[in-house]
């Protein structure tokens, strides 16, 4: 007789962006974390808020932790924790225990959840190791590696493994594909003309792969060179990851359905 194992209980953390820019984002990865079948149980947590990157990366420590707090309070419980975005995702992983002396006992709850956190490409393809997703798309893709993703949780294989599972896509590899964008978050704010000159650069350089789609997994980044293609008046096509993996490439890309 077989014993039964429980599902994998598994939390999405949607992200603020993705919860009031881009929710097809979010339905994306719920989509390809349904397609593991059975195995995993993936709920959204209602209560859950901003991961309070913002705050943080302004010095505003005591709102970065009271939002933190709230995280982590709203993911115990879950065997895991996936996010559609590097940045995020490294808040959550590098950052939280930071945020809390040794002797806090939120520390220790905090470095719980980063040990549970997931960016989303990596959670599918090194975690679960899957290897069909099931999409298809006819034309050519570049990707853009994120700075936060790349640089604090070695996201760099791990989207490209995905994407070339996607039936009849072909990738142009993106020249300089680890430099910024220019957005940064707050940077973007703070030094418009140096973010500016950054994402002409980018824009540059993602034209120059004359490929039908640009692909990333934040959206932050994405949003940042969707808008500057646009103002170029480039007709390339911008998409997250988690859109392409689910077959959401039908639907308007990133920056189309608004004024970036």
Same mark, same amino acid.
């Given at each position: 007789?077989?014993?039964?194992?429980?599902?994998?209980?598994?939390?999405?953390?949607?992200?603020?962006?993705?919860?009031?820019?881009?929710?097809?984002?979010?339905?994306?990865?719920?989509?390809?974390?349904?397609?593991?079948?059975?195995?995993?149980?993936?709920?959204?947590?209602?209560?859950?808020?901003?991961?309070?990157?913002?705050?943080?990366?302004?010095?505003?420590?005591?709102?970065?932790?009271?939002?933190?707090?709230?995280?982590?309070?709203?993911?115990?419980?879950?065997?895991?924790?996936?996010?559609?975005?590097?940045?995020?995702?490294?808040?959550?992983?590098?950052? #939280?225990?930071?945020?809390?002396?040794?002797?806090?006992?939120?520390?220790?709850?905090?470095?719980?959840?980063?040990?549970?956190?997931?960016?989303?490409?990596?959670?599918?393809?090194?975690?679960?190791?899957?290897?069909?997703?099931?999409?298809?798309?006819?034309?050519?893709?570049? #990707?853009?590696?994120?700075?936060?993703?790349?640089?604090?949780?070695?996201?760099?294989?791990?989207?490209?493994?995905?994407?070339?599972?996607?039936?009849?896509?072909?990738?142009?590899?993106?020249?300089?594909?680890?430099?910024?964008?220019?957005?940064?978050?707050?940077?973007?704010?703070?030094?418009?003309?140096?973010?500016?000159?950054?994402?002409?650069?980018?824009?540059?350089?993602?034209?120059?792969?004359?490929?039908?789609?640009?692909?990333?997994?934040?959206?932050?980044?994405?949003?940042?060179?969707?808008?500057?293609?646009?103002?170029?008046?480039?007709?390339?096509?911008?998409?997250?990851?988690?859109?392409?993996?689910?077959?959401?490439?039908?639907?308007?890309?990133?920056?189309?359905?608004?004024?970036?």
């Amino acid at each position: 007789m077989t014993e039964k194992t429980s599902p994998l209980r598994v939390g999405l953390f949607v992200t603020c962006l993705v919860d009031l820019m881009r929710p097809s984002v979010g339905f994306g990865a719920l989509h390809l974390l349904a397609r593991i079948g059975p195995s995993l149980d993936v709920l959204v947590p209602d209560q859950q808020t901003c991961c309070g990157q913002p705050a943080y990366n302004s010095g505003d420590l005591v709102s970065a932790r009271t939002l933190a707090q709230n995280v982590i309070e709203t993911f115990e419980g879950f065997d895991r924790v996936v996010v559609p975005s590097g940045s995020c995702a490294g808040m959550i992983v590098k950052h #939280y225990p930071n945020l809390f002396a040794i002797e806090d006992p939120w520390r220790a709850r905090a470095d719980s959840l980063a040990q549970r956190t997931w960016e989303l490409t990596s959670f599918l393809a090194e975690h679960l190791d899957l290897n069909d997703t099931g999409a298809a798309f006819a034309g050519t893709a570049t #990707y853009h590696d994120s700075c936060a993703g790349l640089r604090e949780l070695g996201v760099k294989h791990q989207p490209r493994r995905l994407l070339a599972t996607v039936e009849g896509l072909t990738l142009n590899e993106l020249a300089d594909s680890e430099s910024c964008c220019g957005f940064g978050g707050l940077f973007s704010l703070k030094y418009p003309d140096v973010s500016g000159a950054i994402v002409d650069q980018k824009a540059q350089a993602v034209e120059n792969t004359n490929s039908d789609l640009l692909v990333g997994g934040d959206l932050g980044c994405l949003m940042n060179v969707a808008g500057k293609l646009k103002r170029r008046g480039s007709k390339m096509r911008v998409f997250h990851i988690a859109e392409v993996l689910a077959n959401l490439t039908d639907a308007c890309g990133i920056g189309e359905d608004q004024d970036a």
